[in-house]
């Protein structure tokens, strides 16, 4: 058994852009390092300008490089490439993509730094840099350098494919989890008690459930909603313990609750329920009472 710790570089993060370095550690089941890949590769289109102001890597570095199919780090992923080995990348799905891309379709057992902090860490960061001094790696990094004669320049990927290999090192000592534990729980949806962006941020999604279940209705009815966040409310609306509050945001009786409209004006509340445009989940509570007046 082995375990792949990788990073690429790529020419930009829109779905036409390519890898140009592709780097990699292979580590055995003590998490010794046994070999070392760090390849620049020329890509089929011009690296962009907002890229090389993230790892510096220019067009000129790489007009002499060979295709990435070409490189022997690329052939030995392809061996290596097996259900018997792991692979350790930090938000996996951007290099698997970008690998697909070359035709590399992983069969690697996964397991994915970012989404391990979100589950251990989850009032935490989860930028690998941000993890880097937070959790004190790069105090070990000459450490490693040294020992397996490691070189890192400023713009290589394998600097991150350190720093990655010293936060999967960290995982396993501090939370004590084996490695079939963290592909567990890279597979496993990560369960939020709050919302850490948008117009809720560090609100308990049950309290904004309850609150505003408009806006609630909205997010799960949008297309790129994260799947985490889609399954922590989800979660949390099979597990209330009190009724959502739906109100008027619009009319004479904006604000106010529809069980309180429905005690002085019920006649209104019909009106609205075939009139006015609302969420369905509101609509639904609205036909409730009335039904039953």
Known sequence: MKIVILDTETTGNKDADRICQLSYIVLNENLEIEEIYNELV??????????????HIT??????????????????????????N??????????LDMLEKEGFSSSFKLIDTFRILKHLIPEGKFSLQYNRYALGLYKKEPQICQKYNIK????????????????????????????????????????????????YKFEKIKEVLIKDPDYIEYLLNSTDLDLDVKYSIEHHL???????????????YKGMLIEDVAEIDIQYLSWAYHNMKMGKWMRKKIGEIIGKA
């Open 152 to 199: 890192i320049n400023a713009h290589d990927a394998l600097g991150d494919v350190i720093v990655l290999y010293l936060l999967f090192d960290y995982l396993i000592k501090t939370y004590e989890k084996t490695f079939e534990e963290l592909e567990n729980l890279t597979k496993k949806p990560v369960l939020y008690d709050k919302f850490y962006q948008g117009k």
């Open 42 to 55: 020329k890509p089929p289109l011009p690296i962009s300008y907002e890229a090389m102001a993230v790892h």
């Open 59 to 84: 067009n000129e570095m790489v007009e002499d490089k060979p295709i990435i199919k070409e490189t022997e780090a690329f052939k030995r992923l392809k061996e290596l490439n097996t259900q018997e």
């Open 86 to 95: 792991f692979i350790v990348i930090h938000n996996a799905k951007f290099d």
């Open 238 to 252: 099979q597990n209330l313990d009190e009724p959502m509050q739906f109100r008027f945001n619009i009319g004479k």
